[in-house]
């Protein structure tokens, strides 16, 4: 069963004709090229696939784009100001809080919903925020320390 | 994903209309374990892959909370967990639901997640997740737990299968004595969530009384009794996103330290959210500390039948009891 869709990502109108059972992170991969939203263990247990639905964080692998016509859907691709990165992205730069960067995608908009709802987390607050990324290179401590400097900015 | 037809559904005997209609159908809520399910490719005799998925976000006012002191706590199945974890209704009247509507997952899977999937979720036994593993619950005549890998699984009430129910809110609902109200065929029904739960002797193939054609639509909680305490642990083997190794909710109500009334819930120890009534009997009209909890424990934790892997559940259990139990004179 295919259907035409809708999608609204990073401030963008798509039209799209895909199946119906098609993941969204299958839809934006696939379908849209933004390949930047990765994939993992489709089965909701890592987080990189992380994109936002009306600036909250969910997970692509586990969501049916069918559903989320007419939502705000922004992905990693929509984080910087054109050529500007986001203070996220440069902090992750400058602290080197990506390793393999697999997780940094979905760490990326994660912590984006933190700081536009909470500007100035505690670290409580941000390991609670990441708390659905999983990353196995970096044991955290980089990640966390790049969000607070990117508060800070 | 293997493909399947994707329905709306516009209101719930609509929804329960096309249930009926096609056998294989399935619901979709927050789709957050559905899809998992269908991903997983998991099929049997007893557990048919879905070929139609009927969305009941589109039905509308279905996502609610509404707080009244006479009449309760009414919560819209379609509700998230996010925003029943975050009403400050429901954390000022019923700590215990508001801790464990956070307790489950992620945040980005609270955020879609349902309260009424949470509660319809069905098991982790990773042998059920498993494809290649037809066991009991998928219409089988085997449980791979028996002589498997069974760390996870039931210390009570296990026969035939042994999974553990997954739902953080399950214990913390039937704690409150909340009811689950249901659409069907026949219209409109009430269950209290005490017998809405079923084990594996009763039917291996489901966890709950609701058939294939019943939709859980909204869920009530009456209005707290005076003087009524109600709290909820999680014993976790990773310190988040993780699901319960064993969990509690107690709601009691505490008169200068003594127990009037109260129930007891564990999770993570049965294939259903276990009613702890020898605890309950065991605290009964008593002025609470470490020994009268210990007791209550004890008197739970002596029908225990831990498997191979598992005795150390038995453990978890009697002290999260103790523990769950006097934080409420604390
Ligand atoms: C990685 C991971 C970790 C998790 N950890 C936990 C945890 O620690 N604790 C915990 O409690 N949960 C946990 N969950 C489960 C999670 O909370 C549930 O997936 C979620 O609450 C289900 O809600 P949903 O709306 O997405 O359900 P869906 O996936 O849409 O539905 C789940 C099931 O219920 C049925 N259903 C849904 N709504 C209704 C309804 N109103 N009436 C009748 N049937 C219905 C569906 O047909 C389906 O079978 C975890 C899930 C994942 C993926
Ligand atoms: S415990 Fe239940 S679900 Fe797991 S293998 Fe045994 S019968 Fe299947
Ligand atoms: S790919 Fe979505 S959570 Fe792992
Ligand atoms: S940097 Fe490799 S998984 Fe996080």
């Not at chain 2, 005799?45 to 279905?62: C, F, K, Q």
Request: net charge neutral.
């Amino acid at each position: 069963m295919k259907t035409i869709l809708h999608l609204r990502v990073n401030g963008q109108d798509h039209e799209v004709y895909v199946a119906v059972h098609k993941t969204l992170l299958e839809v934006l991969r696939e379908d849209l090229n933004l390949t930047g939203t990765k994939h993992g263990c489709e089965l909701g247990e890592c987080g990189t696939c992380t994109v936002l639905v009306d600036g909250e964080p969910v997970l692509s692998c586990l969501a049916l784009p069918i559903e989320l016509q007419g939502r705000e859907i922004t992905t990693v691709e929509g984080l910087a100001d054109g050529a500007t990165p986001h203070p996220l992205q440069t902090a992750f730069a400058e602290l080197g809080a990506a390793q393999c960067g697999y997780c940094t995608p979905g760490v990326l908009m994660a912590s984006k919903t933190l700081l536009d709802h909470n500007p100035h987390p505690s670290r409580d607050e941000i390991k609670h925020a990441l708390a659905g990324n999983l990353c196995r290179c970096t044991g955290y401590a980089k990640i966390y320390e790049a969000v607070e400097l990117a508060s800070k900015t | 994903m293997r493909s399947f037809k994707y329905y709306t559904a516009t209101s719930w005997e609509d929804a329960v209309a096309t249930l009926g209609k096609y056998k294989n159908a399935q619901i979709v809520a927050g789709g957050s374990d559905v899809l998992g399910w269908i991903k997983d490719e998991l099929t049997g005799p007893g557990a048919p892959l879905a070929d139609v998925l009927i969305d009941i976000r589109t039905i509308p006012n279905t996502s609610y909370i509404n707080y009244d002191a006479t009449a309760g706590l009414k919560l819209g199945a379609l509700t998230t967990l996010t925003t029943v974890a975050e009403s400050s209704d429901v954390q000022k009247n019923y700590p215990g639901l508001a801790t464990a509507a956070v307790s489950p997952a992620s945040p980005s899977i609270r955020n879609v997640g349902t309260i009424g999937g949470n509660i319809m979720q069905r098991p982790r036994c990773w042998y059920l997740r498993g494809a290649n593993f037809p066991c009991y619950k998928k219409g089988g005549d085997f449980c791979f737990s028996v002589t498997g890998e069974n760390q996870y699984h039931a210390i009570l009430q296990g026969e035939l299968c042994y999974i553990v129910h997954p739902s953080d809110t399950a214990p913390a609902l039937i704690s409150l004595n909340a009811t689950a109200n249901v659409m069907g065929p026949n219209g409109a029904k009430q269950i209290p969530f005490d017998q809405f739960f079923i084990g594996p002797r009763t039917n291996v193939l489901k966890e709950t009384v609701l058939e294939h054609n019943e939709i859980l639509t909204e869920i009530v909680v009456p209005p707290p009794a005076a003087n009524t305490k109600s709290v909820f642990m999680k014993v976790t083997q990773r310190g988040v996103y993780d699901f319960a190794l064993v969990s509690i909710a107690v709601a009691a109500q505490i008169v200068n330290g003594v127990w009037q009334d109260g129930r007891v819930v564990l999770g993570g120890v049965a294939p259903t959210p276990y009613r702890a009534t020898d605890a309950e009997a065991a605290l009964k009209g008593k002025k609470i500390d470490a020994n009268v909890a210990l007791q209550a424990a004890q008197d739970t934790l002596v029908k225990a039948r831990p498997m191979s892997q598992n005795a150390y559940k038995v453990d978890i259990a009697k002290n999260i009891i103790v523990q769950a139990v006097t934080s409420l004179v604390s």
